[in-house]
């Protein structure tokens, strides 16, 4: 099986790295943008099998370019989760809201996270399965 890839936004090069080395470590390719413009075209070129975005970049944030990879009918259907650093109850509903697959909160948690991936790669299998 093709190892998938998994394009990350991050703009903090310490979590960049962190979710870097887990991802490759369990056997992900990678690529990466520190911001969500540069992301979104990553995403038109390279069509991953999942985005990892910060909510927090500088320029465009987070939500703002999941409505762009959304309108775009080549990125319209690559799940994306959050990856955020607040754990007010009020953004974590506007995350979701806004229709991110999930969201992992900063600092990552090293063991939930690669399940975490996991599921929502799996999830997005079993929807073309049924398509
Ligand atoms: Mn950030």
Do not use: C, W
Not at 4 to 18: R, S, T
Not at 73 to 86: K, Q
Not at 92 to 121: C, S, T
């Amino acid at each position: 099986m093709a190892q998938e890839l998994i394009l990350l936004i991050e703009d903090n090069e310490k979590n960049l790295k962190l979710v870097r080395d887990l991802l490759q470590f369990n056997g992900y390719e990678t690529i990466e943008a520190i911001t969500a413009e540069e992301g979104i075209e990553i995403a038109r070129t390279h069509h991953p099998a999942l985005i990892l975005m910060d909510i927090q970049l500088p320029g465009m944030d987070g939500i703002t370019a999941l409505k762009h990879l959304r309108a775009d009918p080549l990125t319209r259907v690559i799940p994306v989760v959050a990856i955020t650093a607040s754990v007010m109850t009020a953004e974590r509903k506007e995350i979701l809201e806004a229709g991110f697959e999930g969201y992992q909160a900063k600092p990552i948690n090293i063991k939930e996270f690669i399940p975490a991936i996991k599921n929502v790669l799996n999830s997005r299998l079993n929807r073309q399965d049924a398509s």
